[in-house]
């Protein structure tokens, strides 16, 4: 008995009941081109869909076998250690795993555009590569598995981006932001979000990737000025994020929080918000980001507050 | 490396972590049975194949299956349970529970297993010997005894961890077996799963030391415990662990001069407070300003 991947199943499957990929595609409810990905291993597909493909085709499968879809198993624990690296800007670190990873990936495009992503965000985190760079290396990983990495040909389509792709947006509308392109950031961010939406993408951190995309979203409105929404775009991730127990945003968003507050008081002219609200907001952030050894967090809180107020934040 | 069945996974991974065969299949299926597996040349069910991914630390869903329609009833049941579980739904899952008692196949100690360690989950009316009977009868579907280089898969971690709960006294070396397990699933799992199955050790393992008033110690698993959860993106216990810190400091402490450990104390108060007020736990945060009254002579709410 051979074993194979669960997008050569298909594909042979479909070959050999003389189905289409356009009829295939029809008969199941979703785009041809998703069956092309996940003949070739570019969609992950979740067990029900896979039933309900193979019922089209009319063959039920009366054995078990377990099939890694074009993922390699050795390096997915490596990329998650990656990205929450990443997430805490422990950048040795990231670049330690980046290193694991390189060594044990295969040469699979999916692999290769992991990598070719963590890389460019390293040198640029290192400050060996500027933000125009970036934004060039990042579309370059999206060229290896969309045709097009120009994100306006997506706008108003249901394209189904993979999670990996997402991920790689999230960080092209980073770099726009680093690169005061900020029209191109809150483009890309919204049509994530409007993507996530969709709920086609399973995985586990779903909940959290769409907290970050929102909170990347706010540092867009604050470089546009628009601190109003970002203040309130900031307080609604802030209670998403303490429902689902989401500590590594807590102390960022209320330090964002206190920011934004400080913002209004200028434009305003007067204090909206209370030198007290705008402290404790502060001291949430530090004594927060102490409890989960946040050590960067914590330190900008305390500056900052030490700026402001001229005292330390530990009386 | 492309790894295509399950049987390929287990080897890889045996290989990986340098474990025996015999350490891997104990107490779920001969050596010749796993040998077969890995081979690919064997079919099992689902939960067997779980059982045994799961002594190498790893998960199905991290894999897809294939499976057949009573086997995948039986896998969709028990994700549901599982999910049940996570989320409190308690009558739904003695619900399920019931569905799975009467569909699973006869006489299957795995299936047994799993179905006596949910329902210990999810059930709030039994005694407490009622629950060291059912967990120890659970455990020993799978492991006829203990030994130092004992493997455990999740279900099992979680049938010991319920008997450190419980205060089990029938061993007399749990804190050893705690710390093996600890060890264990430090090497081999990863990420959120690694994250929570290790604090939970360490949680029982405050609790035990104590009780012990072994209270260096409780400060010890305590920090190792904050480490951990530092490196996570969970905000779970956070508050917990520094309360139960701030406890242990002054208790070790006082009698002493303790100045330096005083600001210690206190930081950790704040911490904790801080992190109940942010989580909405007003019962939290007035434990610790009883604590910070009464030990510390201190208006934490200033």
């Known amino acids: ?315 | 490396m492309r790894l295509n069945t399950i049987g390929e996974v287990l080897k890889f991974y045996r290989k990986k972590y340098r474990f025996k065969q015999s350490d891997v299949c104990r107490g779920i299926c001969s050596m010749s049975t796993l040998s077969r597996i890995e081979k690919g040349n064997r079919e099992v069910d689902s939960l067997t194949l779980e059982a045994l991914l799961g002594r190498v630390g790893k998960e199905v869903l991290q894999f897809e299956m294939i499976l057949n329609d009573y086997d995948y009833y039986l896998w969709t049941l028990r994700r549901q349970i599982r999910k049940g579980l996570k989320l409190g739904k308690r009558e739904e899952v003695i619900r399920l529970l019931e569905e799975y008692r009467e569909n699973m196949p006869e006489d299957d100690d795995m299936h047994i297993q799993f179905l006596i360690c949910c329902n210990l989950q999810a059930c709030d009316s039994m005694g407490k010997d009622e629950k060291i009977r059912e967990a120890l009868q659970a455990l020993q579907c799978t492991c006829p005894e203990f030994s130092e280089t004992s493997l455990y898969n999740e279900t099992e971690i979680e049938l010991i961890l319920f008997l450190a709960h419980e205060r089990y006294k029938g061993w007399e070396d749990m804190e050893e077996r705690l710390h093996n397990i600890r060890k264990l699933v430090y090497e081999i799992y990863s990420g959120r799963r690694r994250e929570r199955i290790c604090t939970r050790i360490l949680k029982e393992l405050i609790d035990l030391n104590w009780d012990r008033k072994h209270y260096r110690k409780v400060i010890d698993y305590a920090e190792e415990a904050i480490e951990f959860i530092s490196q996570s993106r969970s905000m779970e216990y956070i508050a917990e662990l520094h309360f139960i810190k701030a406890k242990a400091i002054a208790e070790y402490y006082s009698g002493q001069k303790w100045n330096t450990e005083v600001v210690l104390c206190r930081n950790e108060c704040l911490m904790a407070y801080y992190t109940f007020d942010i989580m909405n736990n007003d019962e939290g945060k007035a434990r610790v300003e009883e604590f910070c009254e009464e030990k510390l002579k201190w208006q934490i709410t200033k």
Request: glycine content about 4%; charged content about 30%.
């Open chain 1, 1 to 315: 008995m051979a074993n194979y991947k669960v997008g050569d199943i298909i594909r042979l499957t479909r070959k050999f009941a003389e189905v289409s990929q356009e009829e295939l595609a029809f008969q199941a409810g979703i785009a041809t081109e998703t069956i092309s990905r996940i003949e070739s291993g570019k969609h992950r597909i979740t067990a029900s869909t896979y039933r309900k493909i193979m019922e089209i085709l009319n063959l039920f499968s009366e054995q078990n076998y377990a099939i890694c879809s074009g993922r390699d198993v050795g390096i997915i624990e490596e990329k998650k250690l990656l990205e929450e690296a990443e997430s805490k800007y422990e950048f040795e670190k990231a670049r330690y795993y980046l290193n694991e990873l390189r060594e044990n990936a295969g040469e699979s495009v999916i692999d290769r555009q992991y990598i070719l992503r963590a890389e460019c965000l390293l040198q640029y985190y290192n400050r060996q590569i500027d933000a125009a760079a970036l934004v060039r290396g990042l579309k370059k990983a999206l060229n290896l598995t969309l045709s097009s990495c120009d994100y306006e040909n997506y706008r108003d389509k249901k394209y189904p981006f993979s999670a990996q792709e997402l991920l790689i947006l999230m960080n092209l509308s980073g770099a726009y932001n680093a690169l005061d392109e900020l029209d191109k950031s809150e483009d890309i961010s919204n049509l994530i979000l409007r993507h996530l939406e969709e709920g086609y993408v399973d995985s586990e951190d779903i909940d959290n990737f769409r907290m970050v995309v929102k909170r990347n979203l706010t540092v867009t409105y604050e470089k546009m000025g628009r601190y109003e929404e970002a203040l309130r775009l900031l307080q609604e991730i802030l209670q998403e994020a303490i429902a689902l127990s989401y500590g590594l945003l807590v102390p960022i968003l209320l330090y964002d929080i206190s920011w934004n507050m400080r913002k209004l008081n200028d434009i305003c002219g007067y204090e909206r918000f209370s030198a007290e609200e705008i402290k404790l907001k502060k001291k949430q952030a530090y004594y927060i980001a102490a409890a989960r050894g946040d050590e960067y967090i914590k330190k900008l809180a305390a500056d900052s507050y030490k700026k402001i107020y001229g005292e330390e934040i530990e009386t």
